[in-house]
């Protein structure tokens, strides 16, 4: 990830309150509880407000939510109290991203593949319900709404101050910004249709491209190894989007050949660093196909052809030199390393400045 994004605080996040009080105050005490009734929300007036609304509604997202709150609670008032724990631990571990993404082995991360089979029913419940949070036909909900907002507002104040321009997941793609009419989908970073409780948890919910979300990462696992069969098991350290002290990725580009013009794929390698963070550098690279894609960007007729043709041809042609032209970008790249790609500009012109001689300075995106 080329950069972190700065977390917004929003009206929003208190659906994933309603979810906390719902799975530890509801469903967690099911057993001691009693029958199923609006009663067991009142602790929380304002979800015990919605609750009451839906139970009288017949829209198809009230009913939803409703009728599963209830069934779920059902199936947890018939749990053992070492099972409601371990259902704790994974709730708990499932919304703690940071520490996911760190891979911290004190968090106890569970997918749906991971419930044992005699929770199936439950799981199943768990898994409708979830997945089914984030649709509009139940946040577009009038009595929803005027308790958690609208997720349109949520994306409008997020890009008032995430105001790249650019996805941090690729650096390559445009993101919808302030100007737009439109917002860019929000990507499930810990995908919903693998891991139960954090759908709605907005350090779980990043806005990326549109290539990014839906070509290349769809519903990958960034928490799990994928591409080697004997690995698939292993947990893995992934970059967390909205870490305050992002490490800055470092980008150098090598080059089989100086005829820079018929360069094709297979003529490029590209190198990342710094090494200690290599397991998040590999688990990007997986997740996002960066490589195929940088690469692309790279010997594109109208990208990485029409940089060199800028700096061996036309800028010399006005009197100026490569050396100059490189030099120059490089001082671009320091200060605005997104704008034009000039991350990735800057370490292919390196590259093709250095064939034949020392290797680049790798280039900090």
């Known amino acids: 990830m080329l950069f972190a994004y700065k977390y917004v605080p929003h009206q929003m996040e208190k659906m994933q309150e309603f979810i906390d009080f719902i799975f530890y105050e509801v469903w967690c005490k099911a057993s001691t509880s009693g029958a199923f009734s609006l009663d067991l929300f009142s602790a929380k007036p304002a979800l015990h407000e919605v609750m009451e609304a839906f139970f009288y509604s017949d829209a198809k997202g009230a009913d939803f939510f409703y009728g599963h709150v209830e069934r779920i609670y059902r199936l947890f008032a018939q749990l053992t109290g070492p099972q409601i724990q371990h259902f704790e631990l994974w709730f708990r571990g499932n919304n703690d991203i940071e520490k996911i993404c760190d891979n911290d082995p004190a968090v ?9 089979a005699v929770h199936k029913d439950l799981c199943d419940e768990l898994g409708s319900f979830f997945k089914g949070l984030y649709s509009q036909s139940l946040l577009g909900l009038v009595a929803l709404q005027d308790k958690i907002g609208d997720i349109d507002d949520h994306y409008a104040a997020f890009v008032k101050v995430n105001d790249e321009g650019k996805c941090p997941f690729c650096g390559i793609s445009d993101v919808f910004g302030v100007y737009h009419s439109k917002r860019e989908a929000y990507d499930h970073y810990l995908p919903k249709a693998l891991y139960p409780f954090n759908s709605i948890n ?117 009197g100026g030199t490569v050396g100059e032209y490189v030099a120059d970008l490089a001082r671009q790249a320091d200060v605005s390393p997104f704008a034009d790609c000039n991350f990735l500009k800057r370490a292919l012109l390196e590259a093709c400045w250095n064939v034949g001689r020392d290797p680049p300075q790798a280039a900090t995106a």
């Open 108 to 116: 106890h991360l569970v997918r749906y593949a991971d419930v044992p």
């Open 202 to 318: 907005f350090r779980n919910l990043v806005p990326a491209c549109h290539h990014c979300n839906s070509s290349y990462k769809t519903s990958k696992d960034p928490a799990f190894t994928v591409k080697d069969p004997a690995r698939s098991a292993h947990r893995r350290r992934v970059f967390y989007p909205y870490r305050t002290n992002a490490q800055k990725i470092e980008i150098s580009v090598t080059v089989a050949h100086a005829d820079f013009k018929a360069l094709a794929p297979g003529d490029i390698s590209i190198d990342f660093g710094p090494p200690e963070i290599d397991e998040e550098l590999d688990t990007w690279r997986d997740v996002y196909d960066i490589d195929e894609r940088y690469k692309a960007k790279i010997v594109g007729k109208n990208d990485g052809k029409y940089w060199i043709t800028q700096a061996f041809d036309e800028w010399p042609a006005r």
